[in-house]
């Protein structure tokens, strides 16, 4: 005879066999058997957070270090749900594979008005890969399974599952403990790759762009080894400046509207892009040839098909895993000894220029100005860092300038909002990375505005004990919006200034460290020593209020345009 346990203790059980060892939520009273069954058993970390949009970004990033599902429970039916959609859009937006465990209304009074009662399952549905309800207990079990695989398969996204509470108390045959099997992504056939390397001997300018589908794919290594066997420099996708380390020789960093000057010129000049896990997307490129050559020939790889050719006409798109695609590439060079003696003048210019950014970002690293440029803080924060760091950035202007500033030398080693553009996701992401990875330092790094978005989480750090860092550049400001009633519209601002209170203070109110940097110089030293604490700080940088850049110039006229 089966063994009957709680539809609570059957979805912990399948949590388990997917090899998930932390999830995150907030309490609520809509599935209360599952909590139950987490102390119970006890293999299952849960970590509370005072938000659930909160305890969402935790969960991602969870998942986009760790490159298994992010679990969040949606623990109260209604609002506790409801909170979760910044979260999820976030989630979505980034291809991360989100699963949102979320309790809804028992069945008997679903279209009954009844209390906390929304349509949970349309509010998902746009923003998700799938949005559905569970109505069978018999069908509980399956149904995680699903959501699992489907998060992680093909391009990763999320996806919510509406479980009755009723159906968490129901009684149900224990599924055991089979794995969860997921579809690999394969490699591109032979014929596409003597394609690829008839068009790599052809070329005078060529250049590898890398994004997410490679770190997705854990395939920095296989990147590293083809750039270096082709001699060819590599350029990150925005928000994905970790996707080789910083350090390699050939990573010219990230490239496009929030990238470097070097990055971007290759681009621009490339005869032949080889793109391996990369969209092409409007935060990479604007959609604009300004960013990409418009004579350049482009060989695009992506394990979702719909991303090929979308932005920029193609000579070859590949439905492939992009680590696989490496791989195969450079099995091919090998065995044909192609090598860049067509582009080493190329290649040689390349490391010239980026021999001089260095020497300009050490200038901008030793800018005495106070109050102090964000440069100088992210320059200072740069020689810090441990190369086992792992740092979150938030969306701003002070976030903006950090984008390719900082050093990551290790995969993964940066997590940042993407496509949704989120402020207030830098901190609870750090918290998520850090529960992931509890032996490598984590650092957050926003605004003074983002950062009192979720500011409550220094409780949750301290709670659960996650010792993050946060870096809060305080620049009194809503910075990216203020430069643009700055430089769009005649200086007349409203909302665009803020006032903060002492975020090192209310770190120590919490149990945290608490650090105030009033001056160049102060910065390193100061995150060195709460990085050799071992406890959870927040260091309040002072930093230049005029220092602000305006980024999307496309979208205002200036005033004296009619």
């Given amino acids: 005879m089966a063994t009957k346990i709680t539809g609570g203790e ?37 970590v509370g957070g005072r938000d659930e949009r909160a305890a969402g970004h935790m969960a991602d990033a969870y998942a986009r270090v760790t490159g298994k599902p992010g679990v969040v429970l949606g623990a109260q ?21 989100l699963v949102v465990i979320a309790g809804a209304i028992q069945r008997s009074d679903l279209s009954k008005d009844t209390f906390q009662e929304v349509d949970q399952v349309a509010l998902f549905a746009p923003i998700c890969k799938r949005s559905i309800l569970v109505t069978d207990p018999n069908r509980l079990v399956d149904m995680v399974d699903d959501a699992m695989r489907l998060a992680m398969s093909g391009r990763r996204g999320v996806v919510v599952l509406h479980i009755p509470r009723d159906l968490f108390a129901a009684s149900v045959e224990a599924p055991g403990t089979k794995p969860i099997l997921l579809a690999q992504g394969g490699a591109p056939t032979p014929g596409h790759i003597d394609t690829i390397v008839q068009k790599l001997k052809g070329a005078k300018r060529p250049l590898i762009i890398a994004g997410g589908g490679m770190k997705w794919a854990e395939g920095s290594k296989s990147l590293a080894a083809l750039s270096e066997a082709l001699d060819i420099p590599v350029v990150a996708s925005t928000g994905h400046a970790d996707v080789l380390p910083t350090s390699h020789p050939l990573n010219a960093g990230q490239g496009g509207p929030r990238g470097n000057s070097v990055a971007s010129g290759l681009t621009k000049n490339a005869d032949l892009l080889l793109v391996l896990g990369a969209r092409l997307a409007f935060n990479s490129t604007f959609l604009s040839n300004e960013y990409i050559n418009s004579k350049a020939e482009i060989i695009q790889v992506d394990i979702e098909a719909s991303s090929i050719g979308r932005y920029f006409p193609v000579v070859l798109g590949i439905q492939a895993d992009a680590k696989h695609a490496a791989d195969a590439i450079l099995k091919q060079i090998k065995a044909q000894e192609v090598r860049g003696s067509n582009w080493s003048d190329w290649t040689e210019q390349f490391k010239s220029n980026r021999k001089a950014l260095k020497v300009e970002r050490a200038e901008e690293a030793a800018n005495p100005a106070n109050p102090m440029h964000p ?26 300038q950090a984008a390719d500033r900082l050093k990551h030398e290790m995969t993964p080693g940066l997590i940042t909002p993407l496509d949704f553009g989120l402020v207030g996701f830098g901190y609870a992401a750090a918290l998520g990375a850090k529960a992931a990875f509890p032996d490598r330092p984590v650092i957050s790094i926003m605004g003074d505005g983002a950062f009192g978005f979720t500011m409550a989480e220094v409780t949750t750090a301290i709670r659960h004990d996650l010792p993050v860092i946060s870096i809060v550049m305080d620049n009194e400001a809503w910075g990216a919006e203020k430069a643009y009633q700055q430089t769009f519209f005649g200086g007349r601002l409203l909302g665009a200034e803020i006032k903060s209170p002492r975020y090192d203070d209310f770190a120590r109110l919490c149990g945290a460290k608490g650090y105030a940097v009033n001056a160049p110089g102060e910065l390193g030293p100061i995150l060195l020593e709460a990085i050799a604490s071992g406890e959870a700080a927040v260091i309040h940088v002072k930093i230049d209020p005029t220092a602000l850049n305006a980024l999307r110039k496309d979208l205002f006229k200036q005033p004296s345009e009619d």
Avoid at 15 to 44: P, R
Avoid at 375 to 400: F, H, K, M, Q, Y
């Fill in 10 to 46: 059957a979805v912990y059980q399948r949590l388990k066999a997917a090899g998930i060892d932390t999830v995150f939520g907030l309490l609520g009273g809509s599935m209360l058997e599952l909590y139950d069954a987490l102390y119970n058993y006890g293999d299952i970390k849960y």
């Fill in 77 to 97: 039916a209604g609002p506790g749900v409801v909170n979760l959609v910044t979260a999820v859009a976030e989630a979505q937006l980034a291809y991360s594979p």
């Fill in 375 to 400: 440069r100088r803080a992210l320059g200072e924060i740069r020689e810090a860092l441990p190369d086992n760091a792992i740092v979150t950035l938030d969306t701003g202007n002070a976030c903006l």
